[in-house]
């Protein structure tokens, strides 16, 4: 095996360890409780489940999704994120390399991951994902050096400002909180990652991909809309393809 599929193996073995704890933050976090304590347990016979029964993927296919006391079926949830998070973390190093970029698309991924699922669940946003995120993105953005750092941090501030400017506007307009403060805090930790102008492409995106999907089911139904699943498919566009969409579109103002 060559260096290049070591290394990529690694990276899915890391994936699958960081999916296993987003796992963990996806269940607990919505519903205030520690992540470290107690120990994770069956949900039907409340046996501890043992470290041999708790290896990511590879513990769930081998007790063929059940608990091994009790033989309660186990969510698949818990592989399908794990294999998600370690194919993602496998890409991003086959993509863009043993890289800070690497490293920044598989967390920043895995981040956006976690807060699609529980504002898709629950209309939450957890501050750990968003405030935790920045943290990450500002740290990560210091290996750019001190201009680095600095477009992090002013990407940071402009999506804050930029999407609580929106919501106060449409509370303002629709007499009701138009959008949330998790949304807020989100962007800014997006911003972080992608920059201003990709601040700018991300709530686009988000908010064109809400309006051709959700908004009409919502004015329909009177749902609530969890702009955080679409505000993070655009943020995952936007990392991925925004240089070259930004690009495209400087010269097409420019007539080029």
């Known amino acids: 095996m060559g260096t290049d599929a070591v290394?990529?193996?690694?990276?899915?073995?890391?994936?699958?360890?960081?999916g296993s704890?987003?796992?963990?933050?996806?269940?607990r976090l919505p519903r205030d409780q520690s992540l470290l304590?107690?120990?994770?347990t069956c949900p039907n016979c409340k046996q501890p489940i043992a470290w041999?029964?708790?290896?990511?993927?590879f513990s769930w296919l081998w007790l063929r999704g059940k608990c091994r006391w009790c033989h309660t079926p186990?969510?698949?949830?818990?592989?399908?994120?794990?294999?998600?998070?370690?194919?993602?973390?496998?890409?991003?190093?086959?993509?863009?390399?043993?890289?800070?970029?690497a490293v920044s698309a598989a967390l920043l991924?895995?981040?956006?991951?976690?807060?699609?699922?529980?504002?898709?669940?629950?209309y939450i946003i957890p501050d750990e994902f968003t405030w935790g995120g920045l943290v990450i993105g500002l740290l990560l953005a210091v290996g750019g050096g001190v201009h680095g750092f600095l477009m992090a941090l002013l990407g940071a501030a402009v999506g804050f400002v930029l999407v609580w400017v929106v919501g106060m506007a449409g509370t303002w307009v629709f007499k009701e909180d138009a959008m949330g403060g998790g949304d807020v805090k989100m962007m800014a930790m997006v911003g972080s990652f992608v920059g201003w102008q990709?601040?700018?492409?991300?709530?686009?995106?988000?908010?064109?991909l809400g309006s051709l999907i959700f908004i009409p089911l919502s004015i329909k139904k009177k749902r609530l809309v969890p702009f955080g699943v679409f505000l993070a498919v655009g943020a995952v566009v936007t990392f991925v393809f925004g240089d070259a969409i930004i690009a495209w579109y400087g010269h097409f103002l420019k007539g080029d």
């Open 109 to 122: 991924g895995s981040i956006l991951l976690g807060i699609a699922i529980t504002d898709a669940r629950h």
């Open 7 to 18: 290394v990529v193996a690694a990276a899915v073995l890391l994936g699958l360890c960081v």
């Open 37 to 40: 304590r107690p120990r994770s």
């Open 198 to 208: 990709g601040v700018l492409l991300t709530v686009f995106a988000g908010a064109a």
């Open 74 to 101: 186990i969510s698949g949830q818990y592989p399908l994120i794990e294999a998600l998070v370690g194919i993602l973390f496998g890409v991003s190093v086959l993509v863009y390399g043993p890289t800070l970029r």
């Open 52 to 57: 041999r029964d708790n290896i990511p993927l």
């Open 21 to 27: 704890f987003l796992n963990v933050c996806i269940l």
